[in-house]
C-alpha cells in the first residue's frame, strides 16, 4: 500500500471530523443552546456538552497534523511554503496550530478553570460564539482552498 494515499486518507478523514465537529458545535449547539438556556447557563451548560467532544477533537487535530506532516515531508512540499499561491496550506497550518494550541494547551490549563469561575458567563459565552464562528469559516475557507488548490484552481 502506498503510505501517501494511505496518509491523505486519514488526513481528509481528520479534517473531516475535525472541521466538521467544529460546525456542529458553531452552527448547532450553540444556537441551540443560546435559544433554550438562561444567559447566566449558557455557558456552563456548553462546558458540559463540550467536555464529551474535546477528546474527540484533540484525536482528529492529532490526526490531521500527524498526517499532514507527513504528506508534505514525503513529497518534499516544504517549497510551497515559499510560494503565495500555496496560501491555504499557510491557512491549514495556521488553523491547525490555534486549535492544537487551544485543545492542548489553553483549554486544560487557562480555559476550564476561566469558564468554571466566570462573572460574566453572558459575556464570555457571546465571545466564545464569536470565536467559533471565526474559526469555523476559516475552516471553511481552508478546506475550500485545499480542495481547489491541490486540482489546480490557484
Known sequence: MDDLVLARAIHVIAVLFW???????????????????????RLARFHQIEGHFAWQARIWV???????????????????????????????????????????VLEPLVLHRRMASSTTPEADFARMM?????????????VFGAVGGSHGLF
Do not use: K
Not at 130 to 142: D, E, I, K
Open 62 to 104: 492529532t490526526l490531521a497534523g500527524a498526517s499532514g506532516l507527513w504528506l508534505i515531508y514525503r513529497a518534499d512540499m516544504w517549497s510551497r511554503f515559499a510560494e503565495l499561491r500555496f496560501w491555504w496550506m499557510h491557512l491549514m497550518v495556521a488553523l491547525w496550530a490555534v486549535f492544537a494550541l487551544m485543545l492542548f
Open 19 to 41: 472541521i466538521g465537529g467544529v460546525g456542529f458545535v458553531t452552527w448547532v449547539v450553540m444556537p441551540a443552546l443560546r435559544a433554550s438556556e438562561r444567559p447566566a447557563d
Open 130 to 142: 464569536r470565536l467559533h464562528q471565526v474559526l469555523s469559516l476559516l475552516g471553511v475557507v481552508a
